[in-house]
């Protein structure tokens, strides 16, 4: 395996965040370890919080196996895009359990309701006006006490964030609340819990993964610490994902891929610049307007908008072109193809779709959506109305 050497940065800065204490994994890390993990924080009375897709699951019944002696309560909630009605009820269901900590298994959706539900519990709220009233203005939010241990079952990076995002499918709108103390205390990659997501779903939270690493290493300036972590996640996850769920695949390819999505934004640790960075991340924001309006998994909007995005950012920013050829050159060396040729097979071979007008999105929508991306990403009306213009140019490619 060869990765290309970045250009050398002129200066930049390594950040520690204050979030996440301990990534624990491998196989059976779960079972084996999550037991220890709760003792260290003297917890007793634990929530267990899944989807209803694995409720059953030989994995979830393991786990409650592990913590006998305790006080587990499991919830089996779905909550795609996580509205804020879920959070108002699981909140008021988890409120009379004084729960010492919340173990969340599943997607990116189960681990941001864990920590919504977190976040309202230190506020002492419940009701979905309370609860969209301080998505709205979070700047003063308590400080959140309940520890979360978080087990991934899919790529989409949820589990290593300091943020969750909720949405209120009426007007349509998508929040976003970021705060430290909102990260996941523990997070568990045990590929052992791979077996039961369907095979769309991981293939596209893989292709979520490549797009964390690759839009932000295409428009972030050189950095040794967070161009290495990125270039690497992107050439494991094209190395490992597209045989990770073969019938004759062991664990490792699966575990590969999880430390790749976490690799891709490598928190606690962040390499930032010292000059503050311009560009606009299309691909990553578009996924707030996609799901808001048309209740498309986050998956599937990487899938529709990084290649358009990239393809855009090579035309329009040819200053970034260098960054770009950094992957190319990567994927041609250890793949024996180019950027859009490796990203384009994986999308193929798993049959995902990959067009907005496949997704469901009209084409009369288009330039509405362009307004609200530009109109959430702008401080002026002059910015709104450039940002509103590229986005329209990626959407009509995209659709």
């Not at 709108?173 to 705060?179: E, I």
């Not at 073969?246 to 930032?272: T, Y």
């Not at 309006?293 to 529709?304: D, E, H, K, Q, W």
Request: with cysteine; hydrophobic share 40%; net charge negative.
């Amino acid at each position: 395996m060869k990765l290309p050497i970045p250009e050398s940065p002129i200066s930049g800065m390594i950040q520690f965040l204050p979030t996440i204490q301990n990534i624990i994994y491998g196989e059976s890390t779960v079972v084996d370890q999550l037991r220890n993990n709760i003792d260290q924080i003297q917890a007793s009375t634990i929530v267990i919080l899944t989807p209803e897709s694995i409720a059953g699951s030989t994995n979830i019944i393991k786990v409650l196996r592990a913590l006998e002696g305790l006080n587990p309560a499991h919830l089996a909630i779905s909550c795609q895009h996580v509205p804020i009605k879920t959070i108002s009820e699981t909140t008021e269901t988890i409120a009379n359990i004084y729960p010492d900590v919340i173990i969340a298994i599943g997607g990116g959706s189960t681990i941001d309701l864990a920590k919504a539900v977190r976040m309202c519990l230190a506020n002492n709220i419940s009701s979905e006006r309370e609860i969209t009233q301080l998505l709205r203005d979070y700047t003063d939010i308590n400080e959140i006490s309940i520890p979360q241990i978080s087990v991934p079952t899919t790529l989409s990076g949820s589990e290593y964030t300091r943020s969750f995002s909720a949405t209120d499918f009426n007007i349509p709108r998508k929040y976003s609340v970021t705060a430290s103390s909102l990260s996941s205390r523990s997070i568990f990659y045990d590929p052992a819990f791979i077996v039961d997501t369907p095979r769309k779903l991981w293939m596209s939270s893989g292709f979520m993964a490549l797009d964390h690493a690759i839009e932000v290493f295409v428009l972030s300036e050189p950095n040794i610490v967070g161009d290495l972590f990125k270039l690497e996640a992107v050439n494991t996850l094209l190395t490992w994902l597209p045989t990770s769920l073969d019938s004759e695949s062991d664990l490792r390819a699966k575990l590969h891929c999880q430390m790749a999505a976490w690799m891709a934004d490598h928190s606690p640790i962040r390499s930032r610049p010292f000059s503050s960075n311009s560009h606009t991340l299309f691909s990553h924001g578009l996924a707030y307007e996609l799901g808001a309006y048309y209740n498309i998994p986050y998956g599937l909007t990487a899938c529709a908008t990084l290649i358009p995005c990239l393809k855009f950012y090579e035309h329009e920013l040819p200053n970034i072109n260098p960054r770009i050829q950094s992957l190319n050159a990567l994927c041609q060396s250890n793949h024996g193809k180019n950027l859009y040729e490796a990203l384009t097979e994986i999308l193929d071979t798993n049959q995902i779709n990959t067009r907005l007008s496949d997704l469901g999105v009209p084409k009369s929508d288009l330039a509405s959506l362009a307004n609200a991306f530009g109109t959430r990403n702008s401080g002026s009306e002059n910015a709104i109305q450039d940002i509103e213009k590229m986005c329209l140019q990626i959407l009509i490619d995209a659709w």
